[in-house]
């Protein structure tokens, strides 16, 4: 590894993205961060996340919509490499509070691909989300499938930063989209049903299913994600200008083969079947084939050992904090 490589991270304290940043300084990477530490959850999970993963003072609070303070930052640090991860999640809140989701995910994701060419970025990768497949492609879903209208706004924020990257001038900047497929794992964000059906069970508290138990998901454990991000980052051939890559395991499982693994732990889940919401899809599964070509590592932890690991973690927390996060991320 080049000494000279200096990777800079956005969205470091979040839930990728700081799994991310403790695994590149493991690397030997120089590694910076940025974060705004929005409220969308209980900021003290950020906190307490970074004091957990030993990042505490490794990230600069900034805004990626703040475009002059963003350049000078990257002027001052000049990367070699970016790794755009900061962006406004969750399908349901881009429903009821839509802003967000114009700002950070698309006037923030144009300021930081273009301040990151201006500035002689090499790398810049960045991510996308499987939400951009709808229910329209055939499975498994291959990066080279037509997409249609996209069934949330959170979805459309995801697609539009692919068709940025695809059309805008980036010089030699190479540029990878790169699709999650429901990462999960410890330190999650409070608002994802791995975290709910794990602390709701631990806490005697009850579910609320709003999907049928018969949706598949491809699920996929954060640390695997890491591995392709940290290999794509040092790879000598990675793709010039623009490309998309699904980060998935290729193996989706019903959420009531989910419900079946937590039981199998010891949990005794409460679900209450809620009214369906229409933003769900009906499966997300993505082909690895690309990650086998391109030589990556292909996501390979199980569901049950990835949950097994989460719940460690639940296991390690306090009542109070997971009833905290968990209320705060209900009503927030």
């Given at each position: 590894m ?12 979040g839930?990728?993205?700081s799994?991310l940043m403790?695994?590149?300084m493991?690397?030997g ?10 409220d ?14 030993h990042?505490?003072g ?29 962006a406004?999640g ?5 429903r009821t509070?839509?802003?967000?989701y114009?700002?950070s ?8 691909i273009?301040?990151?060419r201006?500035n ?16 329209s492609?055939d499975?498994?879903f291959s ?8 069934k ?9 930063n692919e068709l940025?990257?695809k059309h805008?001038?980036?010089n ?14 410890p330190w ?15 806490l005697?508290?009850?579910?609320e299913?709003?999907?049928?138990p018969?949706?598949?998901?491809d699920?996929?454990?954060v ?14 051939t990675a ?14 499982y ?9 039981s199998?732990?010891?949990l005794?889940?409460q ?13 997300t ?10 030589q990556?590592?292909v ?16 296991d390690?927390?306090?009542n109070s904090?997971?009833l ?6 209900k009503?927030?």
């Amino acid at each position: 590894m080049s000494e000279k490589q200096r990777v800079l991270v956005s969205g470091s304290a979040g839930f990728i993205g700081s799994n991310l940043m403790s695994s590149l300084m493991g690397l030997g990477y120089e590694v910076f961060g940025i974060d705004s530490y929005s409220d969308y959850y209980d900021k003290s999970m950020k906190i307490s996340r970074e004091t957990a993963l030993h990042l505490s003072g490794k990230t600069k609070k900034l805004d990626i919509c703040n475009r002059i303070a963003l350049g000078d930052y990257l002027g001052e640090i000049k990367p070699n490499i970016v790794v755009n991860l900061a962006a406004q999640g969750g399908v349901r809140a881009s429903r009821t509070n839509p802003t967000p989701y114009l700002e950070s995910n698309q006037i923030g994701f144009l300021n930081m691909i273009e301040l990151s060419r201006d500035n002689g970025v090499e790398k810049f990768l960045f991510a996308s989300s499987s939400s951009v497949y709808g229910d329209s492609v055939d499975a498994p879903f291959s990066e080279d499938a037509e997409l249609s209208a996209p069934k949330s706004l959170y979805a459309l924020s995801k697609l539009s930063n692919e068709l940025i990257a695809k059309h805008l001038d980036v010089n030699d900047m190479s540029v990878t989209g790169l699709r999650f497929f429901t990462v999960y794992g410890p330190w999650g964000r409070p608002d994802m049903a791995m975290f709910r059906l794990l602390t709701s069970a631990k806490l005697g508290l009850s579910f609320e299913l709003t999907a049928s138990p018969s949706v598949k998901r491809d699920f996929t454990f954060v640390d695997d994600v890491s591995s392709v991000i940290a290999e794509l980052i040092s790879s000598p051939t990675a793709q010039l200008n623009f490309g998309v890559l699904n980060v998935s395991g290729g193996k989706p499982y019903s959420l009531g083969e989910l419900f079946g693994i937590i039981s199998e732990l010891g949990l005794d889940l409460q679900i209450n079947q809620a009214k369906y919401d229409e933003l769900d899809v009906r499966l997300t599964h993505g082909s690895v084939e690309k990650l086998r070509k391109m030589q990556l590592p292909v996501p390979s932890t199980s569901l049950a050992d990835g949950v097994s690991k989460t719940l460690n973690w639940i296991d390690s927390l306090s009542n109070s904090d997971l009833l905290k996060w968990f209320e705060y991320s209900k009503n927030g």
